[in-house]
Nanobody, 114 residues
Framework: QVQFVESGGASVQPGGSLRLACIAS????????VGWYRQVPGKQRELVAS???????NYADSVKGRFTISRDNSKNTAYLQMNSLKPEDTAVYYC????????WGQGTQVTVSS
């Protein structure tokens, strides 16, 4: 069973940057698109960025131009570089396979506040 471990979250000021990492266990990482999601209390989890097997990327309008998703298949790892952070980016961030959702990891908290 695939397990995801997210890391890199922190508290930052508006305009700051963070780089999140997601390590997936198992041998199927290379076969699937990988997505970064975020969730705030009381709201549904939303997909903010995804990267396909061929490294084609897609972004939610709310993060386009500020976030960059990438993957390193040799390390079973996906990254989310977040720049120009805004208070509305505050959330718990998770990764998963959008086309084959597996059990969720613990996520990593990102807080953007002055």
């Amino acid at each position: 069973q695939v397990q995801f471990v997210e890391s890199g979250g922190a508290s930052v000021q508006p305009g700051g940057s963070l780089r999140l990492a997601c390590i997936a266990s198992g041998s199927t990482f290379n076969y699937w698109s990988v997505g970064w999601y975020r969730q705030v209390p009381g709201k549904q989890r939303e997909l903010v960025a995804s990267v396909s097997r061929s490294s084609t990327t897609n972004y939610a309008d709310s993060v386009k131009g500020r976030f960059t998703i990438s993957r390193d298949n040799s390390k079973n790892t996906a990254y989310l570089q977040m720049n120009s952070l805004k208070p509305e980016d505050t959330a718990v961030y998770y990764c998963n396979f959008p086309n084959s959702v597996r059990p969720w990891g613990q996520g990593t908290q990102v807080t953007v506040s002055s």
